[in-house]
């Protein structure tokens, strides 16, 4: 809820305009009853024709002065609803870009997707309604029944007798609702999950043959988010009934004694006929009450898994060690290295073991003492079988994750004094699986950067990607389908390739992002990086031993740990895994 009020605070004149709006529009609700009983009871016995017209008149501005009161902050209500919508949904984006790898791990996609969607729209609704029915229904329910007390004390005995109850039950129910809406929104992240994965893996679906058995994954899940849901919300709809069988109860017994006090001459009928509308005003403000306590509840828990969200120190917030002190001793050797790795270990979802407790539990480790250095300029490769933690360690260079243990150096700097938005533009990168998006080739390559058309040129020829896309009628216009649909592997990877070369990056990593090209375009993409990007660091992740052999250092790597480093050369005399992978890949040694 807190996350509600600071979104509402934002806007503080906006909701002012709005809850005063509604205010007097409730206002003149109130003296609706209160205007008519006056007319009949003392107005027209009066037999004055005038007295009649001009409070008749008065009836008529104050029905239409609440009429357009209530429209215009109905519109300001939603108008508000909306741009906090809008804001806090810009906020969680902006969050989620700047999550570390760990914390996106703990997130997952699916909720965050749900977060930003369902979550939300639920707090959208939620904020509506504060500017709306919690100004109208307290008006309508503790002015109703001060009006009534005014007007007769004994029969609002009755009302003074039933809220109390009522609003005890609404309370009660809705302490209990708030967990189970939390229980719907996770079973949600699991309902978008399994979508998202069958969506995105469609074609393994067809291929195997496997529609039915996804179709009864997505209906387990969808089932137990359904179940959740219709549990929640019979908690929730169980004061409806009895609040109106009270008030009905209530209105019987009104009606009862009210018609007793007429006969007996101790009110006017008038006052009965004001009484029974302002009743039915107090019974709409109890209702009203209910609906804002089962908005809330269900809002509630969205607004907390959001701001559990937002409150997270992400990237952008730990950033910014921009100077650091003099280095000294052995660090300032260390600087004449460009990249040094010292005896990194990592542990993936460490970091979210140790906030969770779990701290001393074992977990396997990604990587295990990995060392190397590279200097400004020079060229590594990664080979290994999958699964070994190639990719790690290119997760770990980029800051992504922090080491669980020793040091990665950039300059003789370790990484976490970097800040990291300036740190990641020294980066060009082309990821294993990585995303076209629904652009523009020209767009894809420049990514928002703003380049060049002499540098995009220059960026697509040396990843080889010029040659078919000359033979394209759009050329660089030629617009790329969701994911690249409409792209071969091959031509992916080399706009993926040009991507991460356009800015001519200090460091390059193409993580196996040659795996769909022949051996003479692989061959002819890499002498064009070495001889047009010599002062580009190259790390290059690759399963063919022909991609790293010409490189400066290779380093073998095996369960997460090192098993060989060194020129091609070294590696075939001193490293028997590695001269394994080159007979059987090459057919010979080397």
Known sequence: MKLIFRSLGRCKRAVAIAIGLKFLGSVFELLLPYIFEHIIDDVVPAEELLRVVLWGLTMFAAAVLCRTFNVMANR??????????????????EKTVNLTGPQFDAVGLPSLISRMTSDSYNVQTAVQQLQSLCVRAPIML???????????????????????VLIAVILLISSRGIPLYTKVQQRLDDVVRIMRESITGIRVVKALSKEDYEKRRFGDANGEMTKTDIRAATVMAIPGPFMQLCLNAGLTLVVYLGAKRVDAGLIKPGVILAFLTYFNMITMGVMGLNRIFVSLSKASASADRIDAVLQMNTEEAAGGGAHCAPLQGEAAGAAA???????????????????????GESREKALEDISFTLRR???????????????????????????????????????????????????????????????????????GRGLSEAEIRAAAEDAMAAEFIDRLPEGLDYAASIKGANLSGGQKQRILVARALAARPEILVLDDSSSALDYRTDAAMRRAIREHHPDTTLILIAQRVSSVMQ???????????????GSHRELMASCPAYKEICEIQMGELS
């Open 551 to 565: 490189l400066d250092k290779i380093l073998v790597m095996d369960n997460g740990r090192c098993i060989g480093l």
């Open 76 to 93: 300001r209500a939603v108008d508000n609803a909306h741009r906090i919508s809008y804001q806090l949904r810009q906020a969680l984006f």
């Open 337 to 359: 290295d460009f990249i040094r790795f010292e005896h990194v270990d990592f542990s993936y979802g460490a970091d979210s073991a140790e906030q969770e407790g779990f701290a």
């Open 377 to 447: 300029g020079e060229s590594l490769g990664i080979i290994g079988p999958t699964g070994c933690g190639k990719t790690t360690v290119i997760n770990l260079l980029m800051h992504f994750y922090d080491p669980t243990a020793g040091r990665i150096l950039l300059e003789g700097r370790e990484l976490r004094s970097f800040d990291k938005d300036a740190l990641r533009k020294r980066f060009g990168v082309a990821f294993q699986n990585d995303m076209i998006f629904q652009d523009s080739l020209r767009g894809n390559v420049d990514f």
């Open 142 to 164: 503790l002015g109703g029944v001060l009006v009534a007390m005014l007007m007769d004390l004994r029969l609002s005995l009755v009302l003074l007798v039933l809220l109390p």
